[in-house]
């Protein structure tokens, strides 16, 4: 018999299919992620440290949020650097939200927001995107009542890939003042979409991001929050002061210091590889939702049939329902070689 909340000992945990997925022996198109290895600075930067012998230290950040609010556009003091986009969404709902609120949750989406929402014991209001309209802004508006404290808005959303344009975002959070708005930009650097320069005008308005899709260090759990400097200061006294690890700092200013590497692979997965892959899908009649980022979600007729001839070439993709239920694959999109390897297996 546990001695925690009952709601809590309800849920399941959050299990993402990690299992026996490796670089080395498969192209893993399953998670967004990054699909080449990080830079040599970035190798040297953490191996370096290693070395340093500094390790038995406590964390000192520097000037990492300063260098962020640069690279954001914003100022320091509308930044808070989190361990993962992941507790920047968990503080985030912590501080925003009592058991009983009400949260909007547009869906399908991240699993994340429903887990944090479900530990605060939240009532979850989930309006639907559709391939067609994509963002529900006009039930998501119509869905806010006086016990709405959180709605969440993933820009670009996970797994469908649709954007959420920004009249949308600030039409909503106009009508919902009282209101977090958390809008999750995850995917920022593919999609340069982003409300990051309102933070004042709207300070209802946290944005989360992360260093784990298009700089690749998903591994080293560094994101962060921008949101206007009231908002920081109450979030930064929910976040503990070692929450985020000495060498994900370190691999992050390695990575700010070369930030070329996002750049051309970004370019390259976005300009080259994507529309490769959209106009062999188009060519072949196989449905998708339309996508401003990094992956794609497909609904062919034998998605078990073509996941397993994937998995039998060595390629892993994410099997993700919609929400009639009907099996689709979202498929990250690689360099233009891995995407050309993907199309061969799928051609044959
Ligand atoms: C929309 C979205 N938000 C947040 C995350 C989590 O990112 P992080 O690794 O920074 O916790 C993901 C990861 O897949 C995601 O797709």
Redesign the pocket.
């Known amino acids: 018999m546990s001695i925690f909340k009952a709601h809590i000992r309800q849920m399941g945990a959050y299990k993402p299919p990690l299992e026996g997925r490796s670089p080395k022996s498969h192209l893993l198109l399953d998670?967004?992620e990054r699909t080449l290895p990080v830079s040599k600075p970035v190798m040297d930067a953490l191996t370096d440290y290693i070395h340093s012998g500094c390790m038995q230290t406590y964390p000192s950040y520097g000037d990492i949020t300063e260098r962020l609010a640069s690279y954001c556009g914003v100022n320091e003091d509308q930044v808070m650097i989190t361990n993962?986009?992941?507790q920047g969404i968990d503080l985030i709902i912590r501080a925003s939200c009592n058991a009983g609120d009400e949260a909007i949750i547009p869906g399908p989406t991240?699993a994340?927001y429903h887990q944090c929402a479900r530990i605060e014991n939240l009532k979850i209001i989930e309006p639907a995107y559709s391939k067609k309209k994509g963002f529900p802004v006009d039930e998501v508006l119509a869905s806010i009542t006086d016990k709405t404290k959180l709605i969440v808005i993933?820009n670009p959303n996970?797994p469908c890939g649709t954007a959420v344009p920004k009249e949308d975002i600030l039409r909503i959070a106009a009508a919902a003042p009282d209101c977090t708005i958390l809008v999750?930009e995850?995917y920022y650097e593919y999609t340069q979409l982003s409300v990051a320069g309102v933070l004042e005008q709207y300070p209802n308005i946290v944005i989360t991001r992360?260093f784990?899709k298009t700089w690749g260090l998903?591994s080293i759990r560094f994101?962060y929050v921008l949101s206007s400097a009231s908002n920081i200061l109450p979030l930064l006294s929910v976040r503990g002061p070692y929450d985020v690890n000495q060498l994900a700092v370190i691999a992050v200013q390695a990575a700010l210091n070369h930030p070329e590497y996002t750049r051309d692979y970004v370019k390259e997965v976005m300009n080259e590889s994507k529309p490769l892959l959209e106009k062999w899908l188009d060519k072949n009649n196989l449905s998708y939702w339309p996508s401003s980022a990094n992956y794609i979600w497909l609904f062919p007729d034998n998605p078990d049939e073509m996941n397993k001839a994937l998995i039998d070439a060595g390629i892993l993709v994410r099997p993700k329902s919609d929400g009639d239920g009907r099996k689709g694959l979202r498929i990250t999109i690689g360099t233009r070689e891995q995407t050309e390897r993907l199309i061969k297996v799928l051609s044959s």
């Open positions: 998670f967004n993962g986009s992941d991240f994340m993933a996970n999750d995850c992360t784990s998903p994101g």
